[in-house]
């Protein structure tokens, strides 16, 4: 008799558990928007360096004091590998990879991107603070991923370093 009632404690957590992961994977989706992006956010991974906004990797000014930082990984490669911006501006980060899952982190900010091929990543952020931030590839993508880094530097009002 008891083995009955070990049996029908273990399914009643189990089943609560899955319930818990249910709503809060509906909470996730509905009431906070988050969710995977659709097909508006994909490219040909083949095609990347042919195909906008990725054929000029780079930082440029979209607006006062917002700019778009378009950046492709590649293997052990960030290009470009230097992205300098001012401080305060309004950044949105537009990343991709050509070949393998990479990571895109920089240090120190809550900016944490995985970089899928064909997958066009998106996150924006504000440096409030000018100097130099590391940029890391946190997915293990071969022999040379401990290599893998490029830095964001973030200028002061001057437009000097600090």
């Not at 899955?18 to 996730?28: D, E, F, K, T």
């Not at 956010?41 to 778009?68: A, L, M, N």
């Amino acid at each position: 008799m008891k083995v009955h009632t070990y049996e029908k404690a273990f399914l009643a957590v189990g089943l609560a558990v899955l319930l818990v992961c249910g709503v809060a994977l509906v909470y996730a989706t509905v009431a906070r928007g988050i969710h995977l992006p659709g097909q508006a956010g994909r490219i040909d991974p083949r095609r990347v360096y042919q195909t906008p906004p990725f054929d000029k990797p780079g930082v440029k000014e979209v607006g006062p004091g917002h700019y778009q930082a378009v950046i492709v990984s590649q293997t052990w490669a960030f290009v470009p590998p230097v992205i300098r911006v001012p401080v305060n501006a309004r950044i949105t980060f537009i990343a991709t990879t050509v070949d393998v899952i990479h990571g895109f982190n920089v240090e120190g900010t809550r900016l944490n991107m995985m970089l899928v091929p064909g997958q066009i990543s998106r996150n924006s952020y504000r440096f409030h603070t000018p100097g130099e931030y590391l940029v890391i590839c946190h997915e293990y993508c071969g022999l040379g991923h401990h290599a893998m880094a490029g830095k964001v530097v973030v200028e002061g009002h001057d437009g000097e370093d600090h």
